[in-house]
Structures are given as structure tokens and as C-alpha cells.
């Protein structure tokens, strides 16, 4: 109780003080439903907001119909060599530094975005359901993305969000998922003493109790997941398909990502699976019911790292790309909807392009 109140508290303080983020000059804009069909998705994440971020001038150059951000907007709780405890104001201080970002206003000002979290813009590595600050947080987040006031999205626990965008006919639903407000603390992954890194930290978690989505976002995914589109993309911060790492990733809830897989078999039309977290990008099929899942994972927009993508991947189809990228997604409106992913360069050039089957 006195820790909630002192959030509370923590919260009107600055907000009373502080102008939002949204209102420092790069009012970020969300794409309004129905409209004409959309044929270019892009999508990224991993940056550090204090650095250059000229592949989003590339994005731009894309002429996406919008720019999905798939976590790690910013980091929150590190400062480019260590990490620190967060506060709600050193949070809003740092969606400020991206708010003033002349990369970020660009894009911001050009593309409508939508967005989701992963760790390090929720505020703290690894974290999950025990963050003390995630309802602080995720006002700071709505604010900085464009939440209208009083919107269901406000008032519910996660940031989890849909939209349904096109005519009848050539409907591309967009779902982002939330993998941190309900997360279930993770198994630690035995490993030799001293051994450091992301890679391998985490060990799969098969007891029933435990959850990524939490049941809320679950029951309001499987209604998403009803409703009429032609095609779907659903997005998630952490790898859905590829499950070898040991990193931030589903394969750490096996039962969910299972669960996912199954959900998304059985939808109707095409759905491409969307992530991010790994500082580089692939693509990953696998099969369930003889229905073919692919999940394309593009990071990072600032930096990249080159060992992650030695980790196995016995799903990977396309990539790995090691260097800065955004993915793209487009679409070919024919009889059935045409869909090639691309992993594209700072420079605009696309260094891999998978076709979806
Ligand atoms: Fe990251």
C-alpha cells in the first residue's frame, strides 16, 4: 500500500511539473482504422535515444503505411555502460531525450507508430509482473506514443493494442502484444560460474501457473483474433519461434508460446509473427498442424551484436543480418495477399527478403 501511494505520488509530482514527452515537439501520431489498403509495415527496436538513429531517416524513405516500435525505444535503466535504478522521473527524462531526438522527430513527424515494450523502455532488464513502477511507467509510455486520454488502453493493466486497417477485402490486422506487465519471473539457466551475457541466461519454464501474457491479454487476443482480417500481424518484443537462446524469448514459456502457435495456426488468413531483442535479424519457420508459422525478428536501430547470431537456430530460413536494419513487411494485394519480409540497412538496401509461403 505505502509503496503503491508512494508511486502514485512519485507520479502526479512530475507529471504536474513535467511537460509529456508527446507535447516536446515530436507528437507522435497512430494510423486510423479502415482507409486504403496498407502495403508497407515496417517495424524495429533496440536504440539508445542519446545516439544518431539515421536508418529511421531509411524507414521514412520506405514510405511505410506505419512504423511498428517492438521495445526498447529507449533504455531506460542503462546509460550506455552501466545500469541504474529507475524512478519515474529519470524514465520521463529519458522518452525525453528520444522525444528531442532530431532522427525520432523526423520519423515520428512523417510515419504514424504504434508500440509496444520490451525490459529496457519498461524500466529494468529482464523485467516482469514484480516491476514496482509498471503502472507509472505505462502512463509515460501512452503519454509519449499519442494515448488519447480516457482510452480503454489507459485504464487496463499492459499496453498491449490492435488495429484493423484497410476495405473490406484487404484488412491487415496489426496486434502488439505485451511480454512484460504479467510476466512470471524467469528460471535462471544453470550455467558455469562468471559466465556473463544474455545468451543462455534463461531455462525453458514448463509449470502451468507461469505466464507471459497473463490471462486478461489472453482472453483479448484470442477475440482479436476473431475478428476479420485478411492478414495478420502479430508482434511480440521477445522471439516467438526461435527458442534456442536462452535470451529474453518465448521459448522460455513453453506452454505459451505453444499456446501462441496454435492460436495463430487456426486464425484466418495470412499471419506473420513480428519481433525483436536480439541486435540483429532472421527470420524462423516452423510448422503446427501442418500450418506454416514464420517469425521475422529485426533488431537493432543503433547498435547490433555479433555473437547472438552464432547461437543455433534450428528454425532459421533467412539472415542472419548483423548490422543496424529495420524490417519491412509488404504486401501484394492479388487473390491471396502476397507477403515478402525484408531486413533493410541503414542505408535503405535489403540485405535479406524471405517471401512468405
Ligand atoms: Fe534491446
Not at 509529456?20 to 507528437?27: E, P
Not at 509515460?140 to 499492459?158: K, M, N, V, Y
Request: aromatic share 10%; charged share 20%.
Amino acid at each position: 500500500m505505502k509503496l503503491t501511494r508512494a508511486i502514485i505520488l512519485a507520479y502526479s509530482l512530475f507529471a504536474s511539473t513535467a511537460s509529456t514527452a508527446s507535447t516536446a515537439g515530436a507528437a507522435v501520431t497512430q494510423p486510423q482504422s479502415g482507409g486504403r489498403a496498407f502495403t508497407r509495415i515496417a517495424f524495429g527496436s533496440c536504440a539508445f535515444q542519446w545516439e544518431k538513429q539515421p536508418v529511421l531517416r531509411a524507414v521514412v524513405a520506405s514510405r511505410p503505411d506505419v512504423y511498428l516500435s517492438l521495445g526498447d525505444a529507449i533504455y531506460g535503466d542503462y546509460d550506455g555502460e552501466k545500469s541504474y535504478p529507475v524512478t519515474a522521473e529519470s524514465l520521463q527524462r529519458e522518452w525525453k531525450v528520444l522525444a528531442d531526438n532530431p532522427d525520432w522527430k523526423y520519423l515520428s513527424s512523417r510515419v504514424p507508430i504504434m508500440a509496444t515494450w520490451d525490459n529496457h523502455d519498461y524500466g529494468h532488464y529482464g523485467a516482469g509482473e514484480e516491476f514496482p513502477l509498471k503502472e507509472a511507467s505505462a502512463q509515460i509510455f501512452l503519454d509519449f506514443f499519442g494515448e488519447p486520454d480516457g482510452s480503454e488502453r489507459r485504464r487496463r493493466a499492459g499496453v498491449y493494442s490492435s488495429g484493423i486497417f484497410g476495405p473490406e477485402g484487404k484488412k491487415v490486422q496489426i496486434i502488439l502484444l505485451d511480454t512484460r506487465t504479467f510476466k512470471s519471473p524467469p528460471v535462471l539457466a544453470q550455467r558455469p560460474e562468471g559466465s556473463g551475457g544474455s545468451l543462455g541466461k534463461f531455462a525453458p519454464n514448463v509449470d502451468p501457473e507461469v505466464t507471459l501474457l497473463g490471462s486478461s491479454q489472453w482472453q483479448w487476443l484470442e477475440r482479436e483474433l476473431q475478428r476479420p482480417a485478411q492478414v495478420r500481424l502479430i508482434a511480440s518484443s521477445g522471439q516467438i519461434v526461435a527458442d534456442e537462446k536462452g535470451m529474453d524469448e518465448w521459448g522460455n514459456y513453453p506452454l505459451e508460446r505453444e499456446r501462441l502457435l496454435q492460436f495463430v495456426a487456426v486464425a484466418d488468413g495470412k499471419s506473420v509473427l513480428l519481433s525483436g531483442n536480439v541486435h540483429f535479424s532472421e527470420v524462423s519457420a516452423t510448422t503446427v498442424d501442418s500450418v506454416g508459422i514464420i517469425d521475422f525478428s529485426s533488431s537493432g536501430l543503433t547498435h547490433v551484436n555479433k555473437v547472438y547470431p552464432q547461437a543455433p537456430n534450428r528454425y532459421r530460413v533467412a539472415g542472419p543480418f548483423v548490422d543496424i536494419n529495420f524490417g519491412l513487411v509488404e504486401i501484394s494485394w492479388a487473390e491471396t495477399p502476397e507477403i515478402v519480409l525484408k531486413a533493410v540497412d541503414v542505408s535503405g538496401h535489403t540485405q535479406f527478403e524471405y517471401t512468405v509461403p
